[in-house]
């Protein structure tokens, strides 16, 4: 127990007793004549219950001040006590004991009330939203830190010559470049000297740089392809990779071949693809390209793409599409594009192709050799179907032209000296035919000098 007591000439002093507390030793508290309970002897008054419990009681000054004190002693002893022990003057008698109120420790439970609860919910509100808003602040700065090296990136990335700035980093194996160049690649591409980066990035990093572009932009393939920068990086990337990372780029543009080939930028990308993709690849194009072949066929690009179709997927696959072409072969051949799509299938198909075109030739060869797209076609069949020469040259004497008219047409007569080139007795007839009739003018005037040409020999 510790024992405190306050003494003061002006007011009543109150001693407080605690409880549980660790036994304390004094060694010199005998010499002062106190208790053990630190109180003065000669105090018979024992501690006057609290009615707060029996961790607090008090005392009255009356009840511990001895008639007799030693001041000196106490004084010389324990200066502290000097002010306030012992008494400047007579102390008149004290109150009697009195019951000081006093808090209670711990406090009764007290139901709160809605207003209390309320006030409470909205200071915890307030708390959290301020935790909100400094965990934001700091995410903010954190990702403000980190995208100034990013930053940076970009902006030496879209000054000229970036290209050369990219190859150098990936040849040094810097892995943190390479990693800000293929997450801004959406932005990059469609700038003048960020697309170089790209294309850096595709001609000289690994395969797995080259799959991470490509699955970075998915999505977005059909608007880089027809952007005046972005799509010379579609276009190189149809160049330089393989078939397995160009496999997902063409499977997203199938279904809008006509669209690019139709775009004045698109269409680069369409031949880039028809160009260098594999058969795996191109057989995406095909279903596309066999509905939109009759449009395709007459169109400046639109033509490069069915003859790069054509000519690099196997027979079995073009099937469908070279019999759409075949079936608008007569107006085909006369058309300015179109006739080198029959030629491409003259050049490619099979026989019965061969001579699906032979036999409409002959049907129209009047037609076709005055014309100067068409006598384009009559001539690759001579040249790729030397089994339907004979067919055509028997229909060029049996025309109603007749042979020395069909020399002298402004293109019928290139049709002629190909046909004088063709070997067998179908030719020799011919020869003899151009022979006995009438000497040729005009445009047969080149007919007339192969012919010399020939019997000169």
Request: proline share 8%.
């Amino acid at each position: 127990k510790l024992s405190v007591f306050v003494c003061s000439n002006s007011s009543p002093s109150m001693s407080v007793i605690c409880e549980n507390t660790p036994e304390l030793s004094f060694p010199e508290l005998p010499e002062l004549g106190v208790d053990e309970n630190f109180g003065l002897k000669g105090s018979p008054v024992p501690p006057t219950p609290s009615p707060w419990g029996a961790r607090f009681s008090m005392w009255s000054p009356a009840q511990k001040i001895p008639s007799t004190p030693s001041p000196i002693y106490a004084q010389s002893r324990y200066p502290a006590f000097a002010p306030c022990w012992p008494p400047m003057q007579p102390v008149a008698p004290l109150m009697a004991p009195q019951q000081i109120p006093f808090p209670c420790w711990p406090p009764a439970p007290v139901e709160p009330s809605a207003e209390l609860v309320i006030a409470a919910l909205m200071a915890e509100a307030e708390a959290l939203a301020g935790i909100a808003a400094e965990l934001s602040a700091w995410q903010a700065q954190t990702a403000q830190r980190s995208a100034q090296p990013s930053q940076a990136v970009v902006e030496q990335a879209t000054q000229p010559g970036s290209g050369r700035w990219i190859q150098r980093a990936v040849a040094g194996g810097d892995a943190e470049v390479v990693g800000v160049v293929l997450r801004e690649a959406s932005q990059l591409a469609r700038h003048k000297h960020g697309k170089d980066a790209l294309i850096a990035v595709l001609e000289r990093a690994s395969k797995d740089h080259q799959r991470a572009l490509v699955d970075v932009l998915r999505g977005e393939w059909l608007e880089l392809s027809v952007d005046v920068h972005a799509c010379r990086m579609v276009q190189r990337l149809m160049e330089i990779c393989d078939d397995e990372i160009r496999l997902p780029v063409v499977a997203e543009l199938r279904t809008h071949l006509e669209y690019l080939v139709n775009h004045k930028y698109g269409n680069h990308v369409a031949h880039r693809i028809s160009e260098h993709c594999g058969p795996a690849a191109l057989g995406l194009l095909l279903p596309e390209a066999a509905l939109a072949a009759r449009d395709l066929a007459r169109h400046a690009y639109g033509c490069r793409v069915l003859q790069h179709l054509i000519e690099r997927c196997p027979a079995s696959l073009t099937e469908d599409l070279i019999a759409t072409i075949l079936e608008d072969q007569p107006a085909l051949a006369c058309h300015p594009f179109g006739n080198y799509v029959v030629q491409c299938v003259l050049k490619q198909g099979s026989v019965e192709h061969r001579w699906r075109v032979a036999r409409a030739v002959c049907e129209h060869l009047e037609e076709y050799c005055d014309n100067k797209f068409a006598s384009n076609v009559v001539e690759s069949v001579v040249r790729w179907c030397p089994e339907a020469a004979d067919l055509v040259i028997d229909a060029a004497m049996r025309s109603s032209t007749s042979l020395v008219g069909l020399s002298s047409l402004r293109y019928g007569n290139f049709v002629v000296q190909r046909l004088l080139e063709v070997r067998g007795k179908h030719r020799t007839d011919l020869v003899e035919a151009l022979v006995s009739g009438p000497r040729l003018q005009g445009f047969g005037k080149h007919v007339q000098a192969a012919l010399n040409k020939m019997t000169s020999k």
